[in-house]
């Protein structure tokens, strides 16, 4: 979670001192302009548009992209819902896909649920793991499909030498409490693409047609309102230099507490999809007992029992219902969508055997040496034997 500080009583100080708080009207000199001029550069990106949440980055990619009613979104099973909601906002509908035990989208059983009306891949980099965008990409461009990045939970994390959120066609950023920035709430959606750009700042702002878009050639269509104001860009200007700082103290402590995890019986660190840039560490054990038990431990939590980003607790979708039956997107898909729990067992057991380990870039290093060890004692006291296999 992102620090906030006496930087951002400044920078919001600033804002309100000034009265104005829409974010039309100053041009490049507002906070929000600034901000997506800056995160843009930071990014390597040429575009970035500033929204209301996270979830909603994700709808405005989809729209933008032109993915609707009768299309198929590939999402995997380990992620918030917003990535299954999403698409049935813009009237298309989430397929689930299994991941692997990087906890990411498996790229082979993307491959398996691709089907004639697929028409994107929304890969998710949880718990700022990223996914195998490499293989993701390959599998898209061969099949025509769209690619929407969820980096919502991985904001600053690389994929060799790449912010995630900038690889695919669109990505999606969340800078709600919980993530390595923070404006309370807020988003963001990133592009390469002009035309991809200007849609999704039409599908943002029901006001599009007054604000002098770029693009003269890409017909005015209704929105939305997911706009914020300029209190959120104060905030995101204050954060933004907080941000490489934070990916190198939790860089240290990966190694720090992957090296005193390493080589116990019974578990292993979970793969990762560019490991010499890892900023989150989890660990899978052989068996779902033990990362129960380990699970207990202060820092640390067995992913299958944080409910919330497992899909068998997605009701809302899992469900299929619509505020409105004449407006489920399930009623336009061109088959019939099942989410059957049993289908993703193998989702479940690498949840229910795999364990998070808070790498605590707000504490200093000796602290987290110091948990380290914790962590290894605990280990050693449930496998006898693993002194000698660290030794």
Same mark, same amino acid.
């Given at each position: 979670?992102?620090?906030?500080?006496?930087?951002?009583?400044?920078?919001?100080?600033?804002?309100?001192?000034?009265?104005?708080?829409?974010?039309?009207?100053?041009?490049?000199?507002?906070?929000?302009?600034?901000?997506?001029?800056?995160?843009?550069?930071?990014?390597?990106?040429?575009?970035?548009?500033?929204?209301?949440?996270?979830?909603?980055?994700?709808?405005?990619?989809?729209?933008?992209?032109?993915?609707?009613?009768?299309?198929?979104?590939?999402?995997?099973?380990?992620?918030?819902?917003?990535?299954?909601?999403?698409?049935?906002?813009?009237?298309?509908?989430?397929?689930l896909v299994d991941i692997d035990e990087s906890l990411t989208i498996d790229p082979a059983a993307i491959e398996a649920r691709i089907t004639p009306w697929t028409r994107?891949?929304?890969?998710?980099?949880?718990?700022?793991?990223?996914?195998?965008?490499?293989?993701?990409?390959?599998?898209?461009?061969?099949?025509?499909?769209?690619?929407?990045?969820?980096?919502?939970?991985?904001?600053?994390?690389?994929?060799?030498?790449?912010?995630?959120?900038?690889?695919?066609?669109?990505?999606?950023?969340?800078?709600?409490?919980?993530?390595?920035?923070?404006?309370?709430?807020?988003?963001?959606?990133?592009?390469?693409?002009?035309?991809?750009?200007?849609?999704?700042?039409?599908?943002?702002?029901?006001?599009?047609?007054?604000?002098?878009?770029?693009?003269?050639?890409?017909?005015?269509?209704?929105?939305?309102? #997911?706009? $914020?104001?300029?209190?959120?860009?104060?905030? /995101?200007?204050?954060? =933004?230099? *907080?941000? @490489? &700082?934070?990916?190198?103290?939790?860089?240290?402590?990966?190694?720090?507490?992957?090296?005193?995890?390493?080589?116990?019986?019974?578990?292993?660190?979970?793969?990762?999809?560019?490991?010499?840039?890892?900023?989150?560490?989890?660990?899978?054990?052989?068996?779902?007992?033990?990362?129960?038990?380990?699970?207990?431990?202060?820092?640390?939590?067995?992913?299958?029992?944080?409910?919330?980003?497992?899909?068998a607790n997605w009701e809302a979708v899992l469900s299929k219902r619509a505020h409105h039956p004449r407006m489920n997107p399930y009623a336009w898909a061109n088959r019939?969508?099942?989410?059957?729990?049993?289908?993703?067992?193998?989702?479940?057991?690498?949840?229910?055997?795999?364990?998070?380990?808070?790498?605590?870039?707000?504490?200093? #290093?000796? $602290?987290?040496?110091?948990?380290?060890?914790? /962590?290894?004692?605990? =280990?050693? *006291?449930? @496998? &006898?034997?693993?002194?000698?296999?660290?030794?």
């Amino acid at each position: 979670m992102a620090k906030v500080g006496l930087r951002e009583f400044t920078s919001l100080a600033r804002v309100l001192a000034d009265g104005r708080l829409l974010r039309y009207g100053k041009g490049a000199r507002g906070a929000t302009a600034a901000f997506e001029t800056a995160f843009a550069a930071q990014m390597g990106c040429a575009h970035v548009l500033t929204v209301n949440s996270g979830t909603s980055a994700l709808i405005a990619a989809l729209a933008a992209a032109g993915i609707g009613p009768g299309d198929e979104v590939l999402v995997p099973a380990y992620t918030w819902v917003s990535t299954a909601i999403a698409p049935l906002a813009v009237g298309a509908v989430p397929v689930l896909v299994d991941i692997d035990e990087s906890l990411t989208i498996d790229p082979a059983a993307i491959e398996a649920r691709i089907t004639p009306w697929t028409r994107a891949i929304m890969p998710v980099h949880m718990l700022n793991l990223p996914c195998d965008m490499a293989a993701v990409m390959d599998i898209a461009r061969r099949h025509g499909l769209v690619v929407v990045e969820d980096a919502c939970q991985a904001i600053g994390v690389t994929y060799r030498g790449r912010p995630v959120g900038t690889i695919g066609d669109l990505g999606a950023m969340s800078f709600n409490h919980h993530k390595n920035m923070t404006a309370g709430e807020g988003g963001a959606v990133l592009t390469d693409d002009e035309r991809l750009f200007v849609r999704a700042q039409m599908y943002h702002d029901p006001g599009n047609f007054i604000r002098g878009l770029k693009s003269s050639e890409e017909p005015v269509f209704s929105a939305m309102n #997911l706009r $914020v104001s300029e209190l959120t860009g104060a905030m /995101l200007n204050a954060q =933004l230099p *907080r941000l @490489a &700082p934070l990916m190198k103290r939790l860089r240290r402590r990966h190694g720090l507490m992957a090296r005193a995890l390493e080589g116990a019986p019974g578990c292993r660190i979970s793969p990762h999809n560019d490991a010499d840039a890892a900023v989150g560490l989890t660990v899978i054990f052989d068996r779902a007992e033990d990362a129960r038990a380990f699970g207990d431990i202060a820092g640390v939590e067995r992913l299958l029992d944080t409910d919330r980003h497992v899909f068998a607790n997605w009701e809302a979708v899992l469900s299929k219902r619509a505020h409105h039956p004449r407006m489920n997107p399930y009623a336009w898909a061109n088959r019939e969508i099942e989410h059957r729990v049993e289908d993703h067992a193998r989702t479940l057991d690498i949840l229910g055997r795999t364990c998070r380990v808070a790498l605590g870039a707000q504490y200093p #290093l000796p $602290v987290m040496a110091y948990r380290a060890r914790v /962590l290894r004692r605990a =280990l050693a *006291r449930r @496998a &006898p034997g693993y002194h000698e296999a660290v030794a």
